[in-house]
């Protein structure tokens, strides 16, 4: 057994938790909206057609901000055809995933969707095939109250009262060769500086967020960020970051340590937009907007979901539909430790994606809905992480790693709620084979006691949730917690994400 050590002082603080970090996504992909959040032939669908049994998830999941409606499909989307009567809509051919949208989903029955599950929209406008006049046709539609043609659209429509969207994505993954209307670092930003302008002219408080690289690993990365940033810094809040992992050829030592490549893919944009403010002398601060992450089999997409053919064209097919298993929730709560750990740059974040694709949430057309092994540390940290992010000294062993170098065997955060008085440590056990002893010291934080411990792992980290068993992986009680003169001790099996709080 191999043990570690970490050390709270409440005196020092990362940052506050914005809630928005706690964001998910859907797109209009796959069985994410049909058959996903939408299927009005089910026993369980309400009055507009929506499954019940999802809403409930969704509210479980404790989703803040939900991005829509998308990602690749917003580049070539003409959001006008998913308002008005539905059968007056047009069905069009969607080319980010070759299949055929119908356009029964549209704003105005996502924003009810989104009222019914207590969430905020984050809304993406195309720049892929469209720009400016686009983007402000859209936004007089859903944030005027009326006299104008597009606002007394909406209220002809059936909502008099605007949805008042605050954070606007400025196109997707503008710098990605897959994406219809890819372009230059250079002419996206510009684009963009025009578009985040004329927005502003209508609702100058808006928030928008600017195309950073669609991964760490594009051979542009860091000289778009700074390109678009030069171009754009005066009239955007955010710039966003997207990132995917999966055990690349069974390499689940480097998987499982994710998070490394996350805190140095954060360290390098905040690096380059700080850089950028010094040059301009700028007295304000660009955040990062996390929008995109999850572990994705994205080899599995390109080898086997992939739609091709000209004469194929599926509504809602079932694609990027990954089954998660215990290693792959396991990184996802360590990806949730980074996000925590950058708290004060990181204000925004969107889990990718919520229903059905690479997602915490399945559904069966007329079956049941289920939680994946990834929806347990989703929502105990969005239920737990309040307060601020604590800057906790960790000492831990490292091992080795093909990816990443060497990496510390444990992985941690802890957050504070000084309202209600509750200290939270998330932890992970990266060993594949030890179970590690570690000793918490807590006495900064006066007289505690342990209110809560709770555990994800498995003897089979390839356990699952399926159709067929969909409870099989849970969260446990950890009873190996014990606090005395301050310090908390703790096992921690192998492969493990663990949530432990103290008030």
């Not at 499954?51 to 404790?62: A, M, N, P, S, T």
């Not at 606002?151 to 997707?172: E, F, K, V």
């Not at 219809?180 to 928030?207: C, F, N, V, W």
């Not at 310090?487 to 432990?500: G, I, K, R």
Request: negative net charge; aromatic residues 8%; glycine residues 8%.
């Amino acid at each position: 057994m191999i043990s570690a050590h970490l050390t709270i002082d409440p005196h020092f603080v990362v940052g506050p938790i914005n809630r928005r970090l706690f964001g998910s996504f859907v797109e209009h992909l796959g069985r994410a909206v049909y058959e996903g959040i939408y299927e009005p032939g089910h026993a369980d669908a309400d009055e507009h057609g929506f499954r019940r049994d999802v809403i409930e998830l969704v509210r479980e999941l404790g989703v803040s901000t939900i991005r829509y409606p998308g990602g690749n499909f917003v580049s070539g989307y003409r959001w006008e055809d998913g308002v008005g009567p539905r059968a007056e809509r047009p069905r069009r051919l969607e080319l980010a995933w070759h299949s055929t949208e119908p356009n029964e989903i549209g704003l105005d029955e996502f924003a009810t969707w989104l009222d019914k599950v207590g969430s905020e929209m984050m809304y993406a406008v195309n720049l892929g095939t469209r720009g400016v006049e686009e983007a402000l046709d859209v936004l007089e539609y859903a944030n005027l109250n009326s006299g104008t043609a597009l606002s007394d659209l909406r209220i002809a429509h059936g909502t008099p009262q605007p949805y008042n969207i605050r954070m606007w994505c400025l196109g997707n993954e503008m710098d990605g060769p897959w994406q219809l209307g890819h372009s230059t670092a250079q002419s996206y930003a510009e684009l963009a500086s025009k578009t985040a302008r004329a927005m502003r002219q209508i609702d100058p408080d808006l928030e928008l967020v600017v195309c950073g690289s669609s991964s760490g690993q594009m051979p542009t990365f860091g000289a778009w960020e700074r390109t678009v940033l030069e171009e754009t810094y005066d009239a955007i809040d955010y710039i966003s970051c997207h990132a995917y992992y999966e055990p690349l050829n069974g390499d689940f030592k480097s998987f499982l340590a994710s998070a490394v490549d996350m805190d140095r893919f954060i360290d390098k944009v905040v690096a380059i937009a700080d850089g950028v403010k010094a040059v301009r002398g700028s007295d304000k601060t660009i955040n990062i907007s996390f929008d995109e992450w999850n572990v994705w089999y994205l080899s599995r997409y390109r080898e086997v979901d992939r739609v091709s053919g000209v004469d194929s064209w599926p509504v809602a097919p079932r694609i990027c539909e990954d089954t998660y298993s215990v290693a792959d929730a396991v990184v996802v709560g360590s990806l949730l430790i980074s996000l925590l750990r950058h708290a004060d740059r990181v204000t925004a974040a969107s889990l990718a994606q919520l229903v059905n694709v690479i997602a915490p949430i399945m559904t069966e057309p007329g079956g049941p809905a289920w939680r994946q092994t990834t929806f347990y540390p989703f929502a105990v940290t969005s239920r737990l992480a309040r307060g601020v992010t604590l800057d906790v000294t960790l000492d831990s062993p490292s091992y080795d790693t093909d990816r990443f170098g060497s990496v510390p065997v444990i992985d941690a955060v802890a957050t504070r709620d000084e309202a209600t008085g509750q200290t939270t440590v998330f932890v992970v056990n990266r060993s594949m084979e030890e179970e590690v002893t570690i000793d918490i010291d807590v006495r900064q934080l006066g007289s505690v006691a342990l209110q809560e411990v709770q555990s994800l792992h498995d003897d089979d980290i390839h356990a699952a949730n399926t159709l067929e068993h969909p409870d099989r992986v849970g969260l446990r009680g950890n009873q190996s917690a014990i606090l005395a003169d301050g310090m908390v001790t703790l096992q921690l099996p192998p492969v493990s994400w663990t949530a432990l709080t103290l008030g």
